[in-house]
């Protein structure tokens, strides 16, 4: 019945009457007030009960003045009264009628109560069920009623203390499940409070819900009050112990997880409060260390640890880190650590007990764990939690072995059945006084140190004991062998929590992924590896801490069942590492397993050297290291076996225990139920388990079984009963584990195959250099896991045999004789197995069973040559019927020749081939007839006997004759069996898989012979590569008509193509070592005495019958698609002939070239061979030309060749009549080719000077370039300006080219003579081609001009400056006057003489330029210019020159060019395009007229003369052709000009006058011109010249009949540069004269200056006439400056110079007047 009912509220109001009433009754006497209050209340309940419907709202409306009465009551401090008043009280809030206003009222009135120590258990009560009823009590009064309950807790009565401690814990409850309702009330209505981060104000917080406020402001004080502060909100607390305020938090924080998670308010208290306070609590457990108080010398006393609060603390870290490690990641790091510190060996026991119980509660929630892995382990820079948390474990457990227990422990390493008295620490044992016998008890025994073994706790749940004790306030005393039980339970739990949860994640995604499979196939993206990732992470993380840990217990375990825990944990840890596909990890437990079940100290190697790396760690914990603890051997065990070690060299005995026999069991159970995740430590679990075989005897039987047996030798094996009955079972477990093997997955049982090879592997090692007997346990076991595996031996086949054949080898015999058992058994199981589909319809895996078969014949040995054979007959006689495909493996085994083998074999196994050939080809399957030819081809390429090679080679000529004779029948067949092997492809929907396919069938078998033949033209033996060759170009020849025209194209690119590419790679590499005789008496050739002469004759063959192949079946090939590519290709090889540095071979490439350049049209089989008979083509070719033709009958062939085109519906084809094949690609092509071999063939050598260099000879240079005009007439349509730069590039580079001195005297004309040649006349032949071509060509043909002048310009350089070859040293040979002497000089290479072919092109230049010097090109192309400055390094050189006769032919086609160019240059004036031409010029004149060199001592004076008059031409020139038309030319020339005449025409040996500075006042243009000469050197005076440099000079400077303005500029030039020298010939005149005293000065000097004052006499007539304007003022001031300086010429003593200065100083007397008043420009 609900407390809203009718009948409810009825009784309610009932009841309240009732109470008041006896309150009334009660008060009458003593409190009239009360009475009266109690009346006025009935009546007030009847009025509302009257008055409302809802009778409890109304209620509690009037809550206040209803309770009013009782309250009163209350306040007597009558104990009857006060008890009646508070029932009533709490039935009015058992229906929830009390308002808050009401509420207050209550409380305070409880408040007063309490002061005064009234009914303190029913206050309690009372406060309980205001609390719990409603939820109107908020803010202070809930406060106030929460501080009351707590100071009832500390009052003196024991009754109301519990009962206070309990209310309290209720209230606080009550607090925060309203905060959780609510939460609940409000979930969605609003947003979430935003985040507050810190919060000053203690007081309120402003953002939270009521409800949530008093949870806040209450917890916020529970911490306030542990840290001993005072509270903010709970006024009024009296006294707070620290142990229930923790067990407040402790409780608040495991209840309402959820509260703390959902606001950040609470979340920020947690971190800036309780964590804090924690750590704060935590260190004095932190500092201290056993030990350590009691000492002196410590100036601060150490706070010592107290057991209640360190105890509750731990509680209150396990529910943070349970709860709250997301939100305090950096806290739980610093919890987590401190709980590792805790464990440390130097805290107190009862410490370490209450931590180790904590870890263990840690080690219980797996998923916890997992988080720490992923906030901290898997954090780059944060401390590695849960792997410190494992290590620690590891450590405390060492440490309790390692560390005397210092503790309440005194008798660790006694035993209890020995102590007498047993000590305090036994007796809390749970077996302690188990009597002075036996001791049966479960304990843990390391070298000396014994330690009991407790249930503490069910597996899986961490019941702690010590952390319960609420109770207790001194730490207790800790039994021994506690800790180490819960540390060992922990461990447990941990290994098998972790393994579970991950295991149950795998097994989850790995059903989802299958579900994704089904749902849908096609591969979906991978998932996100995180979780992968953290799995990998624990493990990683912990086990190196577990596997220390375990090792160390499974080492001192005494109890059997123990023993298995461990053994089971470090199983579960091996078998997840191998699903995570850890390795190092899972081989590391493996290799515990191995270990423990092993003698102790037994070396085995793989164990050891898998576990150095292991046993190298150290653990570093709280600053104490722990070693990895190596097993001590001297446990208690019972030994149950003694045994012989199985290593190379015998030694004593070993010793089985039982505990071993227990981990060899383990052994066998991880790898029955755990073999797919093995992987490679198949290795580490199969070879202790073959040391264990062998140590307990065990040896093989038939079929690979190991059956009980003796020892062959030593001591025999002994065993005690216990194992005797233990073998049979141990031996089948064994079978079992192989014949398992069939349910593994193929991965898995590969890796068990290569464990057992390995392990194989070992034994052989082993069983070398001794005839012992070897351990065969890997090679029956291999035998075995074959044999159950028979269904797919496919997929293990190999491997399998591939070890067995190494086997097989081995030189223990044996063990050889058990590897060919092996494979032989296993050979003949797999040919009768029933497989499916069986062996007939599945040729591959027939083929697979018999490869090993064929393997066998690379072994040496003669006894297993034997067993391979007698399995070879038994095959043939069960299984031979159905050999079919084998053939080719039969005949393997007959070719299956070495060149090790020794002659005798090799001729039997020849004598066999030779039956095949001559009885058996028509019996076996067509398809073998190209492994008959293969098998042939390898007889032909051994090289124990030449003569069965070349033997060989005529039996591939009879086999190509066999398949000429049964051509039909052979196709026939062959198609048929096409056919079916199409079909097969088809339906696997792969491509036929035969060698030159698409061919037809039959002319692939050709096709393999003809590669088998090209295989033999390039064998090592040049007899074998001779003969081979000829055949194969024979056998093209003869029978090359059967093959349909698109296998043709196989043949070109399969057969001669590649044929072409390996002779080119062997002659390349060829060795140039010399070969002293060819083997016996026979001497050879010195053409042919090294290798790569012997090379080179190959290559020439080759490229020879490739070519003529080209050329006679020419129109056949190019029907086919891609002759151009094939054209391209023999061109390429053409080419690398061309350029390979062996001048037989270079010079038959091109011989090779011209003779596919030769055909202009194809010819056609019709055409009469005539033709090719003048080319050399053999005669076999000849027949089968003539025998092609339509309507003649094939040689031999009773017309197959038709009937073959027939089947394959191809007719002979013809070109139709008066097609013709475009050919110009080809040509182009070929010019590519020419231009490729030229490029590289003249390119000079990078390397320097002392470097090794090939040089192309000149017969090779000569043949290239003469190629050129006939392969130009095909291009001549095309030939491009780029096509001429190219071949300007190879002219000049094939030019350049030195010659060795051995054959210069054959090449080099005598010195005398001036012959060009072969080489040089050929080159400027195709330059000669070329320039007719463009000369009856079209217009734009004729931009091709200045190309050839630049290459003739470059050829003209060479008479001054030969061209370089790379970095050559090279003597020149140039002029005989001076150079004879150097023909003897010891240089290897000799430049050519140049000079002669230089001055030929020259006169070619300048008769080239006689036809073309009008022509566009020519003139916008600046040719003049170019050979202006090319002329002019001869002219510049002049008697420098290496030839005398170069700088004359210079001058006179300068002359002849200029007589030609400069009208035309005139014509072109305005268009500039000549402008650069000019200064190009003067720099010619001038190098030329006042040339640097000397000429030569005995030059005769007739000879200078005629030197003279050659200047005197050029002189003649200038004025002829330049300065009458100065006014087309510019202004800078005619004053370079004007300056060298005028230094032509005053002679000058002083080195004083060097300047010739102009006033540059006068003229601008001046200023250009600053020129330094040197004084000349030339002592001899050019008299002549210097009279016909002035004549022309004055000849423009008297010019008084001015037409142009321009001549009047000239005259004013002439003038100016006149009176300068004049100027400076008398200042040094008079100088030297002064300066020479007595002595008469030079006659040279003399003639001089009276030639100047001539000069100046003239000059002066000549400006008298001259009209005034045409003179410039500036030449009057030049000429009055004149005066002074003739008047110091006065003192001179020579009569001649007297009278001629006479003349001169006359006519200035005209300058003579009166001063004008202002003078300008010389007029007044």
Same mark, same amino acid.
């Given at each position: 019945m609900? $407390?809203?009912?009718?009948?409810?509220?009825?009784?309610?109001?009932?009841?309240?009457?009732?109470?008041?009433?006896?309150?009334?009754?009660?008060?009458?006497?003593? =409190?009239?007030?009360v009475?009266?209050?109690?009346?006025?209340?009935?009546?007030?309940?009847?009025?509302?009960?009257?008055?409302?419907?809802?009778?409890? +709202?109304?209620?509690?409306?009037?809550?206040?003045?209803v309770?009013?009465?009782?309250?009163?009551?209350?306040?007597?401090?009558?104990?009857?009264i $006060?008890?009646?008043?508070?029932?009533?009280?709490?039935?009015?809030?058992?229906?929830?009628?009390?308002?808050?206003? &009401?509420?207050?009222?209550?409380?305070?009135?409880?408040?007063?109560?309490?002061?005064?120590?009234?009914?303190?258990?029913k206050?309690?009560?009372?406060?309980?069920v205001?609390?719990?009823?409603?939820?109107?009590?908020?803010?202070?009064?809930?406060?106030?009623?929460?501080v009351?309950?707590?100071?009832?807790?500390?009052?003196?009565? /024991?009754?109301?203390?519990?009962?206070?401690?309990?209310?309290?814990?209720?209230?606080?409850?009550?607090v925060?499940?309203r905060?959780?309702a609510?939460?609940?009330?409000?979930?969605g209505?609003?947003?979430?409070?935003?985040?507050?981060?810190?919060?000053?104000?203690?007081?309120?917080?402003?953002?939270?819900?009521?409800?949530?406020?008093?949870?806040?402001?209450l917890?916020?004080?529970?911490?306030?009050?542990? /840290?001993?502060?005072?509270?903010?909100?709970?006024?009024?607390m009296?006294?707070?112990?620290?142990?229930?305020? #923790?067990?407040?938090?402790?409780?608040?924080?495991?209840?309402?997880?959820?509260? =703390? #998670?959902?606001?950040?308010e609470?979340?920020?208290?947690?971190?800036?409060?309780?964590?804090?306070?924690?750590?704060?609590?935590?260190?004095?457990?932190?500092?201290?260390?056993?030990?350590?108080?009691?000492?002196?010398?410590?100036?601060?006393?150490?706070?010592?640890?107290?057991?209640?609060?360190?105890?509750?603390?731990?509680?209150?870290v396990s529910?943070?880190?349970?709860?709250?490690?997301?939100?305090?990641?950096?806290?739980?790091?610093?919890?987590?650590?401190?709980?590792?510190?805790?464990?440390?060996?130097?805290?107190?026991?009862?410490?370490?007990?209450?931590?180790? @119980?904590?870890?263990?509660?840690?080690?219980?929630?797996?998923?916890?764990?997992?988080?720490?892995?992923?906030?901290?382990?898997?954090k780059?820079?944060?401390?590695?939690?849960?792997?410190?948390?494992?290590?620690?474990l590891?450590?405390?457990?060492?440490?309790?072995?390692?560390?005397?227990?210092?503790?309440?422990?005194?008798?660790?390493?006694?035993?209890?059945?020995?102590?007498?008295?047993?000590?305090?620490?036994?007796?809390?044992?749970?077996?302690?006084?188990?009597?002075?016998?036996?001791?049966?008890?479960?304990?843990?025994?390391?070298?000396?140190?014994?330690?009991?073994?407790?249930?503490?706790?069910?597996?899986?749940?961490?019941?702690?004991?010590?952390l319960?004790?609420?109770?207790?306030v001194?730490?207790?005393?800790?039994?021994?062998?506690?800790?180490?039980?819960?540390?060992?339970?922990a461990?447990?739990?941990?290994?098998?929590?972790?393994?579970?949860?991950?295991?149950?994640?795998?097994?989850? %995604?790995?059903?989802?992924?299958?579900?994704?499979?089904?749902?849908?196939?096609?591969?979906?993206?991978?998932?996100?590896?995180?979780?992968h990732?953290?799995?990998?992470?624990?493990?990683?993380?912990?086990?190196?801490?577990?596997?220390?840990?375990?090792?160390?217990?499974l080492?001192?375990?005494?109890?059997?069942?123990?023993?298995?825990?461990?053994?089971?944990?470090?199983?579960?840890?091996?078998?997840?590492?191998?699903?995570?596909?850890?390795?190092?990890?899972?081989d590391?437990?493996?290799?515990?397993?191995?270990?423990?079940?092993?003698?102790?100290?037994?070396?085995?190697?793989?164990?050891?050297?898998?576990t150095?790396?292991l046993?190298?760690?150290?653990?570093?914990?709280?600053?104490?290291?722990v070693?990895?603890?190596?097993?001590?051997?001297?446990?208690?065990?019972?030994?149950?076996?003694?045994?012989?070690?199985?290593?190379?060299?015998?030694?004593?005995?070993?010793? #089985?225990?039982?505990k071993?026999?227990q981990?060899?069991?383990?052994l066998l159970?991880?790898?029955?139920?755990?073999?797919?995740?093995?992987?490679?430590?198949?290795?580490?679990?199969?070879a202790?388990?073959?040391?264990?075989?062998w140590?307990?005897?065990?040896?093989?039987?038939?079929g690979?079984?190991?059956?009980?047996?003796?020892?062959?030798?030593?001591?025999?094996?002994?065993?005690?009963?216990?194992?005797?009955?233990?073998?049979?079972?141990?031996?089948?477990?064994?079978?079992?584990?192989?014949?398992?093997?069939?349910?593994?997955?193929?991965?898995?049982?590969?890796?068990?195959?290569?464990?057992?090879c390995?392990l194989?592997?070992?034994?052989?090692?082993?069983a070398?250099?001794?005839?012992?007997?070897?351990?065969?346990?890997?090679?029956?076991?291999?035998?075995e896991?074959?044999?159950?595996n028979?269904?797919?031996?496919?997929?293990?086949?190999?491997?399998?045999t591939?070890?067995?054949?190494?086997?097989?080898?081995?030189?223990?015999?044996?063990?050889?004789?058990w590897?060919a !058992?092996?494979?032989?058994?296993?050979?003949?199981?797999?040919?009768?197995?029933?497989?499916?589909?069986?062996?007939s319809?599945?040729?591959r895996?027939q083929?697979?069973?018999?490869?090993?078969?064929k393997?066998?014949?690379?072994?040496?040995?003669?006894?297993?040559?034997?067993?391979?054979?007698?399995?070879?007959?038994?095959?043939?006689?069960?299984?031979?019927?159905?050999?079919?495909?084998?053939?080719?493996l039969?005949?393997?085994?007959?070719?299956?020749?070495?060149?090790?083998q020794?002659?005798s074999?090799?001729?039997?196994?020849f004598?066999?081939?030779?039956?095949?050939?001559?009885?058996?080809?028509?019996?076996?399957?067509?398809?073998?007839?190209?492994?008959?030819?293969?098998?042939?081809?390898? =007889?032909?390429?051994?090289?124990?006997e030449?003569?069965?090679? #070349?033997?060989?080679?005529g039996?591939?000529?009879?086999?190509?004759?066999?398949?000429?004779?049964?051509?039909?029948?052979?196709?026939?067949?062959?198609?048929?069996?096409?056919?079916?092997?199409?079909?097969?492809?088809?339906?696997k929907? !792969?491509?036929?898989?035969?060698?030159?396919?698409?061919?037809?069938?039959?002319?692939?078998?050709?096709?393999?012979?003809?590669?088998?033949l090209?295989?033999?033209?390039?064998?090592?033996?040049?007899?074998?590569r001779?003969?081979?060759?000829?055949?194969?170009?024979?056998?093209?020849?003869?029978?090359?008509?059967l093959?349909?025209?698109?296998?043709?194209?196989?043949?070109?690119w399969k057969?001669?193509?590649?044929?072409?590419?390996?002779?080119r790679?062997?002659?390349? *590499?060829?060795?140039?070592?010399?070969i002293?005789s060819?083997?016996?008496?026979i001497?050879?050739?010195?053409?042919?005495?090294t290798?790569?002469?012997?090379?080179?004759?190959?290559?020439?063959?080759?490229?020879?019958?490739?070519?003529?192949?080209?050329?006679?079946?020419?129109?056949?090939l190019?029907?086919?698609?891609d002759?151009?590519?094939?054209?391209?290709?023999?061109?390429?090889?053409?080419?690398s002939a061309?350029?390979?540095?062996?001048?037989e071979?270079?010079?038959?490439?091109l011989?090779?070239f011209?003779?596919?350049?030769q055909?202009?049209?194809?010819?056609?089989?019709?055409?009469?061979?005539?033709?090719?008979?003048?080319?050399?083509?053999?005669s076999?070719?000849?027949?089968s030309l %003539?025998?092609?033709?339509?309507?003649?009958?094939?040689?031999?062939?009773?017309?197959?060749?038709?009937?073959?085109? %027939?089947?394959?519906?191809?007719?002979p084809?013809?070109?139709?009549?008066?097609e013709?094949i475009?050919?110009?690609?080809?040509?182009?092509?070929a010019?590519?080719?020419?231009?490729?071999?030229?490029? @590289?063939?003249?390119?000079?050598?990078?390397?320097?000077?002392?470097?090794?260099?090939?040089?192309p000879?000149?017969?090779?240079?000569?043949?290239?370039i003469?190629?050129?005009?006939?392969?130009?007439?095909?291009?001549?349509?095309?030939?491009?300006m780029?096509d001429?730069?190219?071949?300007?590039?190879?002219?000049?580079?094939?030019v350049?080219?030195?010659?060795s001195?051995?054959?210069?005297?054959f090449?080099?004309?005598?010195?005398?003579? &001036?012959?060009?040649?072969?080489?040089?006349?050929?080159?400027?032949?195709?330059?000669?081609?070329?320039?007719?071509?463009?000369?009856?060509?079209?217009?734009?043909?004729q931009?091709?001009?200045?190309?050839?002048?630049?290459?003739?310009?470059?050829?003209?350089?060479?008479?001054?400056?030969?061209?370089?070859?790379?970095?050559m040293?090279?003597?020149h040979?140039?002029?005989?006057?001076?150079?004879?002497?150097?023909?003897?000089?010891?240089?290897?290479?000799v430049?050519?003489?140049?000079?002669?072919?230089? @001055?030929?092109?020259?006169?070619?230049?300048?008769?080239?330029?006689?036809?073309?010097?009008?022509?566009?090109?020519?003139?916008?192309?600046?040719?003049?210019?170019?050979?202006?400055? *090319?002329?002019?390094?001869?002219?510049?050189?002049?008697?420098a020159?290496?030839?005398?006769?170069?700088?004359k032919?210079a001058?006179?086609?300068?002359?002849?060019?200029?007589s030609?160019?400069?009208?035309?240059?005139?014509?072109?004036?305005?268009?500039?395009?000549?402008?650069?031409?000019?200064?190009?010029? +003067?720099n010619?004149?001038?190098?030329?007229?006042?040339?640097?060199?000397?000429?030569p001592?005995?030059?005769?004076?007739?000879?200078?003369?005629?030197?003279?008059?050659?200047?005197?031409?050029?002189?003649?020139?200038?004025?002829?052709?330049?300065?009458?038309?100065?006014?087309?030319?510019?202004?800078?020339?005619v004053?370079?000009?004007?300056?060298?005449?005028?230094?032509?025409?005053?002679?000058?040996q002083?080195?004083?006058?060097?300047?010739?500075?102009?006033? +540059?006042?006068?003229?601008?243009?001046?200023?250009?011109?600053h020129?330094?000469i040197?004084?000349?050197?030339?002592?001899?005076?050019?008299?002549?010249?210097?009279?016909v440099?002035?004549?022309?000079?004055?000849?423009?400077?008297?010019s008084?009949k001015v037409?142009?303005?321009?001549e009047?500029?000239?005259?004013r030039?002439?003038?100016?540069?006149?009176?300068?020298?004049?100027q400076?010939?008398?200042r040094?005149f008079v100088?030297?004269?002064?300066?020479?005293g007595?002595?008469?000065?030079?006659?040279?000097?003399?003639?001089?200056?009276?030639?100047v004052?001539?000069?100046?006499?003239?000059?002066?007539?000549?400006?008298?006439?001259?009209?005034?304007?045409?003179?410039?003022?500036?030449?009057?001031a030049?000429?009055?400056?004149?005066?002074? *300086?003739?008047?110091?010429?006065?003192?001179?003593?020579?009569?001649e110079?007297?009278?001629?200065?006479?003349?001169?100083?006359?006519?200035?007397?005209?300058?003579?007047?009166?001063?004008?008043?202002k003078?300008?420009?010389?007029?007044?």
């Open positions: 609900s $407390t809203s009912s009718p009948e409810a509220v009825k009784k309610l109001l009932e009841n309240m009457q009732a109470d008041l009433r006896s309150l009334s009754m009660e008060c009458k006497k003593k =409190f009239p007030p009475k009266e209050a109690a009346e006025s209340g009935i009546v007030k309940i009847k009025t509302i009960a009257a008055r409302n419907t809802d009778i409890l +709202a109304a209620l509690k409306e009037n809550s206040s003045e309770v009013q009465p009782f309250l009163m009551g209350c306040g007597t401090k009558e104990p009857k $006060t008890q009646l008043c508070l029932a009533a009280i709490q039935r009015l809030m058992s229906h929830e009628v009390v308002s808050e206003a &009401a509420a207050g009222n209550i409380i305070n009135m409880l408040w007063q109560l309490m002061e005064n120590g009234l009914e303190e258990l206050l309690l009560q009372t406060v309980l205001l609390l719990t009823t409603n939820t109107i009590v908020h803010d202070e009064v809930l406060s106030k009623a929460i009351l309950c707590f100071r009832l807790h500390f009052t003196k009565d /024991n009754i109301t203390n519990n009962t206070a401690a309990a209310t309290v814990r209720q209230v606080v409850t009550v925060f499940e905060m959780v609510e939460d609940d009330r409000f979930k209505l609003a947003d979430e409070p935003p985040a507050v981060q810190g919060n000053s104000n203690r007081r309120s917080v402003s953002t939270l819900r009521p409800s949530a406020k008093d949870a806040y402001m917890f916020q004080d529970l911490c306030q009050l542990v /840290n001993a502060d005072a509270p903010y909100w709970l006024v009024g009296t006294e707070m112990t620290r142990t229930f305020g #923790l067990e407040l938090l402790e409780s608040v924080l495991n209840d309402f997880p959820q509260v =703390f #998670l959902q606001h950040q609470f979340s920020f208290l947690l971190k800036e409060r309780v964590c804090p306070l924690v750590i704060k609590l935590f260190s004095p457990n932190i500092k201290f260390r056993q030990g350590s108080c009691s000492s002196a010398a410590s100036p601060v006393p150490v706070e010592k640890p107290y057991f209640p609060i360190c105890m509750r603390l731990l509680r209150v529910v943070l880190i349970k709860h709250f490690y997301s939100l305090l990641v950096t806290e739980c790091e610093i919890f987590l650590s401190l709980l590792v510190k805790f464990l440390d060996g130097e805290k107190p026991q009862w410490l370490r007990a209450v931590a180790v @119980e904590s870890v263990h509660r840690l080690c219980v929630q797996p998923h916890l764990l997992r988080s720490f892995c992923q906030s901290y382990d898997m780059q820079h944060s401390t590695k939690v849960f792997r410190d948390i494992v290590n620690a590891g450590s405390f457990i060492q440490s309790l072995f390692i560390l005397p227990s210092t503790g309440n422990t005194s008798s660790t390493s006694t035993p209890p059945g020995v102590s007498a008295s047993g000590s305090q620490g036994s007796a809390q044992g749970p077996g302690a006084g188990a009597g002075a016998g036996l001791n049966t008890q479960a304990a843990f025994e390391y070298r000396g140190t014994w330690i009991p073994l407790m249930t503490v706790s069910v597996q899986g749940s961490a019941k702690a004991t010590y319960e004790m609420l109770d207790k001194e730490p207790p005393s800790i039994p021994e062998g506690y800790a180490m039980s819960v540390a060992f339970s461990l447990l739990d941990l290994v098998r929590g972790i393994t579970m949860m991950i295991e149950r994640e795998l097994a989850k %995604q790995e059903q989802e992924e299958a579900m994704r499979e089904e749902a849908e196939p096609v591969s979906s993206p991978p998932q996100e590896p995180m979780a990732e953290v799995w990998e992470e624990m493990v990683n993380a912990c086990w190196c801490g577990l596997l220390a840990a375990l090792s160390l217990l080492d001192a375990s005494t109890d059997e069942a123990a023993t298995e825990n461990i053994l089971k944990a470090e199983l579960c840890v091996a078998s997840l590492c191998g699903r995570l596909g850890l390795v190092t990890p899972r590391a437990f493996i290799t515990a397993i191995c270990k423990a079940s092993l003698p102790p100290h037994y070396a085995l190697t793989i164990l050891s050297s898998n150095t790396n046993a190298n760690k150290v653990y570093s914990i709280q600053g104490q290291s070693q990895m603890v190596s097993p001590s051997s001297e446990s208690h065990q019972q030994v149950v076996a003694v045994g012989q070690p199985l290593t190379a060299q015998p030694q004593g005995t070993v010793v #089985l225990t039982a071993n026999i981990c060899m069991r383990t159970n991880l790898a029955h139920c755990h073999g797919v995740y093995l992987g490679t430590s198949w290795q580490l679990v199969l202790t388990l073959q040391h264990l075989v140590i307990l005897g065990l040896k093989p039987a038939v690979g079984v190991l059956k009980p047996g003796r020892a062959v030798e030593g001591p025999s094996t002994v065993l005690t009963t216990a194992v005797m009955t233990d073998l049979p079972v141990i031996s089948n477990i064994l079978s079992r584990l192989f014949e398992s093997s069939q349910y593994l997955d193929d991965v898995s049982l590969h890796h068990l195959i290569n464990a057992l390995s194989s592997m070992e034994a052989m090692e082993m070398y250099g001794n005839n012992k007997e070897p351990s065969l346990f890997a090679v029956a076991k291999l035998l896991t074959g044999l159950v028979m269904d797919r031996i496919e997929i293990l086949w190999r491997p399998l591939a070890h067995l054949l190494e086997v097989c080898q081995h030189p223990n015999t044996r063990m050889r004789e590897g !058992e092996a494979i032989t058994s296993l050979i003949k199981a797999g040919l009768s197995y029933k497989h499916e589909p069986p062996l319809q599945n040729q895996l083929l697979l069973l018999l490869n090993p078969l393997e066998l014949s690379n072994v040496l040995h003669a006894d297993i040559r034997q067993k391979q054979l007698e399995c070879v007959l038994q095959i043939l006689q069960n299984q031979g019927d159905s050999l079919g495909p084998g053939w080719p039969v005949l393997g085994v007959i070719g299956a020749i070495r060149n090790d020794g002659e074999l090799i001729r039997t196994a004598q066999c081939l030779q039956l095949v050939v001559t009885d058996f080809l028509p019996t076996m399957p067509c398809m073998c007839l190209q492994v008959v030819v293969d098998v042939a081809g390898s =007889f032909g390429l051994q090289n124990q030449l003569n069965i090679s #070349l033997t060989s080679i039996l591939l000529w009879n086999i190509s004759d066999y398949f000429f004779q049964r051509g039909e029948a052979i196709t026939e067949e062959l198609e048929k069996e096409e056919a079916v092997l199409l079909k097969q492809a088809q339906d929907g !792969e491509p036929l898989n035969r060698p030159f396919h698409p061919a037809p069938p039959f002319d692939c078998l050709w096709l393999c012979l003809y590669a088998k090209g295989e033999l033209c390039v064998d090592p033996r040049p007899a074998v001779k003969s081979a060759g000829q055949t194969m170009f024979s056998t093209i020849a003869a029978h090359g008509t093959l349909q025209p698109p296998t043709w194209n196989i043949v070109v057969v001669l193509f590649h044929l072409l590419n390996c002779v790679k062997s002659s390349t *590499t060829a060795d140039k070592e010399k002293e060819g083997g016996g008496n001497l050879i050739h010195h053409s042919r005495d290798a790569e002469k012997q090379w080179a004759e190959t290559w020439v063959l080759t490229l020879a019958g490739v070519a003529r192949i080209f050329n006679t079946r020419r129109y056949l190019q029907q086919l698609g002759f151009f590519k094939a054209w391209e290709v023999l061109l390429d090889h053409i080419q061309a350029l390979s540095k062996n001048n071979v270079s010079l038959a490439a011989k090779s011209q003779e596919i350049l055909l202009v049209t194809p010819i056609k089989d019709t055409d009469k061979p005539d033709g090719l008979a003048a080319m050399d083509v053999s076999v070719l000849m027949e %003539q025998g092609s033709g339509p309507g003649r009958p094939l040689i031999r062939s009773d017309s197959l060749a038709e009937r073959l085109a %027939q089947r394959y519906g191809v007719q084809s013809l070109p139709p009549p008066g013709e475009d050919d110009s690609a080809l040509w182009w092509s010019w590519n080719t020419w231009y490729r071999v030229g490029t @590289e063939c003249t390119r000079p050598p990078s390397g320097g000077p002392d470097k090794l260099v090939f040089v000879s000149q017969p090779f240079l000569t043949a290239l003469q190629i050129f005009p006939a392969l130009y007439q095909h291009i001549a349509g095309g030939f491009s780029e001429l730069k190219k071949l300007g590039v190879i002219l000049y580079g094939a350049s080219v030195p010659i001195s051995d054959s210069s005297p090449i080099l004309p005598s010195y005398t003579e &001036a012959v060009l040649t072969s080489l040089q006349e050929a080159v400027l032949t195709a330059l000669d081609v070329l320039q007719k071509a463009i000369c009856v060509g079209s217009e734009n043909l931009v091709m001009y200045p190309a050839i002048f630049e290459q003739l310009l470059l050829f003209v350089e060479f008479s001054c400056k030969p061209p370089q070859y790379g970095k040293e090279t003597k040979v140039a002029n005989a006057k001076y150079n004879q002497i150097q023909l003897f000089a010891p240089a290897e290479w430049a050519l003489n140049y000079v002669p072919f230089a @001055e030929r092109s020259l006169e070619v230049l300048v008769d080239l330029y006689h036809k073309t010097a009008c022509h566009k090109a020519v003139i916008t192309e600046k040719v003049l210019q170019n050979i202006i400055k *090319t002329v002019r390094i001869p002219l510049g050189l002049k008697y020159c290496p030839a005398e006769s170069t700088w032919l001058v006179s086609s300068l002359l002849k060019v200029l030609i160019g400069l009208p035309v240059a005139r014509q072109q004036a305005s268009s500039g395009k000549f402008d650069t031409m000019w200064p190009e010029l +003067a010619a004149f001038e190098d030329f007229l006042f040339t640097k060199s000397t000429p001592d005995n030059l005769s004076i007739q000879e200078f003369q005629r030197n003279e008059a050659v200047d005197v031409e050029v002189v003649q020139l200038i004025s002829t052709e330049i300065l009458p038309f100065a006014n087309f030319i510019p202004k800078e020339f004053g370079r000009i004007m300056s060298m005449l005028n230094r032509g025409s005053i002679h000058s002083s080195s004083s006058f060097t300047d010739l500075e102009v006033n +540059a006042h006068c003229y601008d243009w001046v200023t250009v011109l020129i330094k040197k004084a000349e050197m030339d002592i001899r005076m050019r008299e002549e010249f210097s009279k440099c002035f004549e022309t000079l004055l000849q423009f400077s008297f008084n037409s142009t303005p321009q009047g500029y000239i005259s030039m002439a003038l100016s540069v006149l009176l300068q020298r004049a400076d010939v008398l040094r100088e030297d004269e002064r300066l020479s007595r002595c008469p000065l030079p006659r040279q000097q003399v003639t001089e200056i009276i030639f004052l001539k000069a100046i006499s003239t000059l002066m007539d000549s400006l008298k006439k001259t009209q005034p304007e045409n003179v410039d003022g500036n030449v009057w030049q000429v009055i400056a004149l005066y002074p *300086t003739l008047v110091e010429c006065i003192t001179c003593s020579s009569p110079v007297s009278s001629a200065l006479r003349d001169a100083l006359g006519p200035f007397k005209d300058f003579m007047q009166p001063p004008v008043s003078v300008q420009n010389g007029e007044s």
